[in-house]
């Protein structure tokens, strides 16, 4: 009942930036935290900013200071601003978010998006 659709990922520079977004659509009553993940090659997917709907944000240590999350309740969006990119940022990129519907409340997952930090 809940899509996420992400879009900006693509190749970055180290040093430059990229901004990622991500819009849910369905049959949504409202939406509570959103947040995105990460996952590098043979890696776990490990969390690397959340959100709330009043605005709390809360960040990964390794993107602290140059990452930032934001989001836009009225379009059901939540964006991620990346800063200073390193290539230890490349990683497929996942949204996901808490959100209720008439089937009650429940998490949702993006698609993913590929993020490349590369000379």
């Known amino acids: 009942q809940v899509q996420l659709v992400e879009s900006g990922g693509g190749l970055g520079q180290p040093g430059g930036s990229l901004r990622l977004s991500c819009a849910a659509s369905?049959?949504?009553?409202?939406?509570?935290?959103m947040g995105w993940y990460r996952q590098a090659p043979g890696k776990q997917r490990e969390l690397v900013a959340d959100?709330?709907?009043?605005?709390?944000?809360n960040y990964a240590d390794p993107v602290k200071g140059r990452f930032s999350i934001s989001r836009d309740n009225a379009k059901n969006t939540v964006y991620l601003q990346m800063n200073s990119l390193k290539p230890e940022d490349t990683a497929v990129y996942y949204c996901?978010?808490?959100?209720?519907?008439?089937?009650?409340?429940?998490?949702?997952w993006g698609q993913g998006t590929q993020v490349t930090v590369s000379s």
């Open positions: 996901n978010t808490n959100a209720w519907t008439y089937r009650g409340n429940d998490n949702y």
């Open positions: 959100i709330t709907r009043g605005g709390r944000t």
């Open positions: 369905g049959s949504i009553i409202n939406i509570n935290v």
